[in-house]
């Protein structure tokens, strides 16, 4: 039987939204173009861009793809676009963080089935809350695009931490030259701490979290407020169970003459995860490193994972060659996917969840529980 088809568009053709899909360096695909049309039950029609050249751009390389047999619109706004097109299954808002609160909303009015919003959700937690309170109130689901939770490699780590015992500790770190904090860069979110702090943040509390039970989720409440319009409430004050990082003791604070935040550390102590209390979880961010690096250190009783950017290791106990009577951590021979999917595994959950087959693996609820983590350190930064 033929399945039907779900009608996307895209607001924001910029990098994430076009142009990554053509680093030849980067896994392919690696834009929400590229992903949307690499997927068979997605028809990819429509974009917008305040940006006159990359909505062309877009348009001719779309344009060519899609043939004549399908529309490849173009509109100046996302009005227009709404305006004039009214069979959108799928919105995909990949705009600056500074424009989410606006599009996400605007998007999320229009009613399609499912919203793909970039990350992170938004500036603030507040604005974020105001997000999902439009989604509550118009029953339309959201997807934050953290892309690691779809990427093959951090899932195989999950079936690896059974193999390393009890969880001793976890280390996460990202260094870049991108500066971590200053208060000025509220205004645009260009600063570390949110901007790829966000992916490092979510990506642990999904690895740690994974089966813990949520008291509330967004698509429970979707449900009761579909069924039940008039009684949809706030939930601005409901604090998100997915929050595992909680209370930081932030250490090592490192500003530079400007008195912009460029090291810090960060400690939780017993974190309550899906594998047993952690001792401690443990965050470093540099921003004024020449070099980027994200990377994830879980130490077990019996052995360690190691994770990040392009790499996937494995060490387990074992005999030691150097001294009689030890036991040392040995690297183990790992068959990892040459492909994460990690972009085109994001567009088929989208597909997965409108067919009824799948929960979002990325929902608003647990972006939002990301940023009042990543503001809780902030507060240790000012
Ligand atoms: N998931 C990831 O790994 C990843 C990677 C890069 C960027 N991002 C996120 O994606 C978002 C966009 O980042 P980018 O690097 O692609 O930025 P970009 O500047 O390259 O692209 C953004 C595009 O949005 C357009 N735009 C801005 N406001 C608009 C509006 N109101 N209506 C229509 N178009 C509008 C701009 O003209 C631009 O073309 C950011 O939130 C960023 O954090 C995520």
Redesign the pocket.
Request: hydrophobic letters at 15%; charged letters at 25%; a negative charge.
């Given at each position: 039987m033929k399945q039907n088809r779900y009608i996307a568009a895209i607001?924001?053709?910029?990098?994430?939204?076009f142009t990554l899909g053509f680093d030849k360096k980067r896994e392919q695909p690696a834009s929400h173009t590229m992903a949307l049309l690499g997927n068979k039950r997605i028809k990819l029609i429509a974009a917008?861009?305040?940006?006159q050249e990359?909505l062309e751009q877009w348009r001719k390389y779309v344009r060519k793809h899609n043939g004549k047999k399908e529309f490849t619109l173009t509109f100046p706004?996302?009005k227009e676009l709404y305006e004039n097109v009214t069979c959108l299954d799928i919105i995909t808002v990949?705009?600056?963080?500074d424009?989410?609160l606006?599009?996400c909303i605007k998007a999320i009015e229009y009613k399609p089935k499912l919203v793909i919003l970039?990350?992170?959700v938004a500036l603030n937690s507040e604005e974020a809350e105001k997000i999902r309170d439009k989604a509550l109130e118009c029953g339309v689901p959201v997807m934050v695009?953290h892309?690691r939770r779809f990427a093959k490699d951090y899932l195989s780590v999950v079936k690896m931490i059974g193999q390393i015992g009890d969880i001793q500790s976890v280390v996460g770190e990202l260094d870049s030259g991108l500066r971590i904090y200053g208060e000025e860069f509220e205004k645009d979110g260009t600063y570390s701490l949110l901007?790829d702090g966000t992916?490092l943040v979510d990506i642990i509390q999904f690895l740690l979290g994974g089966n813990i039970e949520k008291e509330d989720v967004t698509n429970d409440r979707l449900e009761e407020n579909k069924q039940n319009p008039e009684k949809t409430e706030s939930t601005s004050s409901k604090e998100g169970s997915c929050q595992i990082l909680k209370n930081p003791l932030v250490t090592g604070v490192y500003k530079d003459e400007k008195g912009i935040v460029r090291n810090f550390s960060v400690h939780y102590q017993s974190v309550v995860s899906s594998f047993g209390t952690i001792p401690e979880v443990t965050i470093k961010m540099s921003g004024r490193s020449k070099f980027f690096e994200f990377r994830i250190e879980i130490l077990g009783t019996l052995g360690k994972i190691c994770i990040g950017n392009g790499f996937a290791e494995l060490f387990l106990r074992k005999e030691s060659k150097l001294y009689t009577g030890f036991y040392s951590l040995t690297k183990q021979k790992i068959k990892l996917p040459k492909k994460t999917g990690y972009f085109s595994g994001m567009i088929q959950n989208a597909v997965d969840f409108l067919d009824g087959n799948s929960e979002l693996v990325s929902p608003l609820e647990d972006a939002i529980s990301d940023l009042r983590a990543l503001e809780e350190i902030k507060a240790g930064l000012k």
């Open positions: 607001v924001g053709t910029g990098r994430i939204g917008t861009d305040t940006n990359n706004s996302s990949a705009v600056n963080e424009n989410h606006q599009e970039e990350k992170p695009n892309e901007h992916h």
